[in-house]
């Protein structure tokens, strides 16, 4: 199968893993790049199109495929989700459509599906200053959540929990967000929705983060993991665990919501990756992406319960059902983290060999790199990289995670060396 992979603007090296695992899968994968890296992708399966702007993107894009007849177009990118539906749709390919592919990444359109289409969120509104938050928080009642419609992996995403902390951090997010990766990746000239700040209710309880695939509005959750986080003042996304602790009749419930959630965000044939936060007892939805989840998710998701995101997006992006059924786990246990550290430049970070070649490891990936500003909230949300270790036991796991991280060795610029931060208790770095 020939498959066309695209980024409106290339985020570093992030998804080259996942690319190089379309090839493993027997993708033959072309990938196409609006403003991109020279030789980033082997030649002559790469290509950039020198421009952000979308109608250069779709010129490039209907020329390749003009020469080359692919079967699909995807993408891995949050950033390059309504990319991928334009070109699709100029391209004659499956896809899901401008106005899905909005409301999938717009999270003010996103939560405006929900509420018509009676799934359980927490209320929202869109604030244009701070007046208007203000006002929205005294009839939410505090706590409340302050978040970016455009954002991901939790950039400016705050709780509040009084007038004066929402004063300070709506001028955080307000200036953050306008140089907020995600949102400076996007592409030129299409219509992304209101950009700007939400305020939401608080919801009290655990998350779950699910992959799973709408085919023909049938949903089939295909991975289930839980977010085992200490939460702060911030929605560190930094530790999963899996297998899920939800029960058959938790899942149930939570299939239907994500069901009824794609149908109302106009997701027909697609791959998810959707977040459920309890609130009072009951499931509410925070959100739903039209790509898979980031990360190691996908690498979880095939070790911890035979679901394949990989495999699933090549299929989707060709119009073909993907290979899942309802969530099986298969008895491997779990544990993830983000590896985080202290604001300021990385100097390098070093991973031992008896971690990143340990058979306990399925992930141990640096993705920051020498020079690289590490921002931490408020100022932004960058991480160092993932670990992701397996286990007999929740127990064996979680104690093999504590161990491991703390070999990891990260230095700042002008400061000594530490280790990267034990993801469930307090920062604890120890100079070296």
Same mark, same amino acid.
């Given at each position: 199968?020939?498959?066309? &992979? ?26 196409? =790049? ?122 400016? *995403? ?47 309880? =655990?998350? =779950? ?9 049938? $949903? ?7 977010? &085992? ?17 939800? /029960? ?10 994500? &069901?009824?959630?794609? $149908? ?45 995101? *990989? ?14 059924? =309802?969530?099986?786990?298969?008895? *491997? ?33 640096? /993705? ?53 931060? /034990? ?10």
């Amino acid at each position: 199968m020939k498959l066309l &992979a695209i980024e409106a603007q290339q985020f570093a090296s992030y998804y080259l893993p996942r690319y190089q695992q379309v090839e493993e899968y027997g993708g033959n994968l072309h990938l196409l =790049h609006g403003v991109g890296d020279p030789d980033f992708w082997p030649s002559p399966r790469y290509r950039v199109a020198g421009s952000a702007k979308i109608d250069d993107i779709i010129a490039a894009a209907a020329d390749w495929h003009a020469e080359q007849r692919f079967d699909g177009v995807l993408t891995f990118s949050e950033s390059s989700v309504m990319t991928v539906a334009l070109v699709a749709e100029a391209l004659r390919l499956p896809g899901i459509g401008l106005d899905a592919a909005r409301n999938s990444r717009n999270k003010l359109l996103m939560r405006q599906a929900h509420e018509r289409g009676g799934v359980p969120h927490p209320r929202f509104r869109f604030t244009a200053d701070l007046s208007s938050a203000l006002d929205a928080a005294t009839e939410f009642g505090y706590p409340v959540v302050l978040k970016p419609t455009m954002g991901t992996a939790s950039n400016f *995403v705050f709780r509040v929990d009084n007038p004066q902390e929402l004063a300070m951090r709506f001028r955080d997010a307000s200036e953050g967000i306008e140089r907020m990766l995600a949102y400076v990746l996007e592409p030129e000239g299409v219509d992304l929705g209101p950009h700007g700040l939400l305020v939401e209710s608080f919801l009290d309880g =655990h998350e =779950h983060l699910f992959e799973a695939v709408v085919w023909d509005d049938e $949903v089939f959750i295909g991975s289930a993991v839980d977010r &085992a986080t200490v939460e702060g003042k911030n929605f560190d996304d930094d530790v999963h665990v899996a297998p899920t602790s939800l /029960t058959g009749e938790q899942l149930e419930e939570i299939r239907q919501i994500v &069901a009824d959630a794609a $149908v109302a965000q106009g997701l027909h044939r697609s791959v998810l990756h959707a977040e459920i936060r309890f609130h009072q007892g009951k499931p509410h939805l925070v959100e739903i992406a039209a790509r898979p989840g980031g990360g190691g998710l996908d690498m979880v998701a095939r070790v911890t319960a035979g679901y394949c995101p *990989v495999r699933g997006s090549m299929d989707v992006a060709r119009g073909v059902r993907p290979q899942v059924s =309802h969530y099986q786990p298969t008895g *491997v246990y779990m544990m993830g983290t983000c590896l985080i550290c202290e604001p300021g430049e990385l100097e390098y970070v070093s991973v031992p060999a008896e971690v990143s070649e340990s058979d306990k490891t399925l992930l141990a990936r640096i /993705t920051a790199r020498p020079g690289a500003l590490i921002r931490r909230p408020p100022d932004g949300n960058n991480i160092l990289g993932f670990l992701v270790v397996t286990g007999a036991s929740a127990a064996e796991v979680k104690q093999t995670l504590e161990d491991y991280a703390a070999k990891i060795e990260v230095k700042l610029v002008g400061r000594p060396a530490t280790i990267t931060d /034990t993801p469930w208790s307090e920062a604890r770095r120890l100079a070296l």
